[in-house]
């Protein structure tokens, strides 16, 4: 797939996680036409990898649909089982986000009856040129262990009730 296929009115939506020590990293990339115009990074610690999937598109669907004159938004995944919990009406832990992100879709659909939104699967092992990006950068991250920080944090909290008991 070529992204010059598409018109000026179109964005394309690739999204990405992994975890590395219990932090998730979660990265969205959006292209109108053959451009790139945006890279969304984040961070969390002690989430799975489909909350950080559903959050990176709903943070780039949401920067999509309010960019004028978008028509047509294609979001591309490797987990289309998260994108469908965008859908689904029935309670899941990932209701928030689906919510937030069919708000979104509401407002993009009601600008005008021609807008729509695609969600194509992109398995990782095709090694398609712009989700291997993705999956690249998501795999690149370094975290720092965030023990010693606890442990650290821990014991201050334990040194100050010593100090206040006393």
Known sequence: MVLSNFSPSSTIIVTDASIKNNITTSIAYIHQAN????????????????????????????????????????????????????????????????????????????KSQDNSIEFWECPSHLKWRFHKDVNKDTKSFKPTSISPCKILWDFYKKSNSNIIIK
């Open 35 to 110: 451009f790139p115009l945006t890279k969304t990074v984040h961070h969390a610690v002690f989430i799975t990898s489909s909350k950080a999937k559903l959050f990176a598109m709903r943070c780039s669907i949401n920067q999509a649909c309010n960019k004028a004159n978008i028509s047509k938004t294609v979001v591309i995944t490797n987990s289309i089982h998260s994108a469908e919990r965008i859908f689904n009406s029935s309670a899941h832990p990932l209701q928030l986000h689906s919510a937030a992100i069919l708000s979104e879709l509401r407002l993009f659909f009601n």
